[in-house]
Nanobody, 123 residues
Framework: VQLVESGGGLVQSGGSLRLSCVVF????????MDWYRQIPGKEREFVAQ???????NYADSVKDRFTISRDYAKNTAYLEMNSLKAEDTAVYYC??????????????????WGQGTLVTVSS
């Protein structure tokens, strides 16, 4: 199983970006999918989560500016980021709770992380 993020880049303050995270591999089930971010020298922090039923949860710092969504058929999660601020600059990581395998042989659910995509917001 592999998570691949894309969509990061350089944007001016007030601008928008859309991140994507695709889960590849022999997937039996994907539970929740989340986005985290990390600034060099600081701990990774939670940004947003979307559960199996589409229930979402956001960090206070991004509420009303960021929107997480999910395409279940494509095993993909998105993070739409609007009204970006300089303090949103970070490496954004996708996280998912994934069970590999098949209906006949499902594996345990484990935490999987992507490699990260850099978002830079210039002031």
């Amino acid at each position: 199983v592999q998570l691949v993020e894309s969509g990061g880049g350089l944007v001016q303050s007030g601008g928008s970006l859309r991140l994507s995270c695709v889960v590849f591999g022999n997937i039996f089930d994907i539970n929740s999918m989340d986005w985290y971010r990390q600034i060099p020298g600081k701990e990774r922090e939670f940004v947003a989560q979307i559960g199996r039923g589409g229930i979402t949860n956001y960090a206070d710092s991004v509420k009303d500016r960021f929107t997480i969504s999910r395409d279940y058929a494509k095993n993909t999660a998105y993070l739409e980021m609007n009204s970006l601020k300089a303090e949103d600059t970070a490496v954004y990581y996708c996280h998912a709770k994934v069970a590999a395998g098949t209906i006949e042989n499902p594996q345990n659910t484990v935490d999987e992380w992507g490699q990260g995509t850099l978002v830079t917001v210039s002031s």
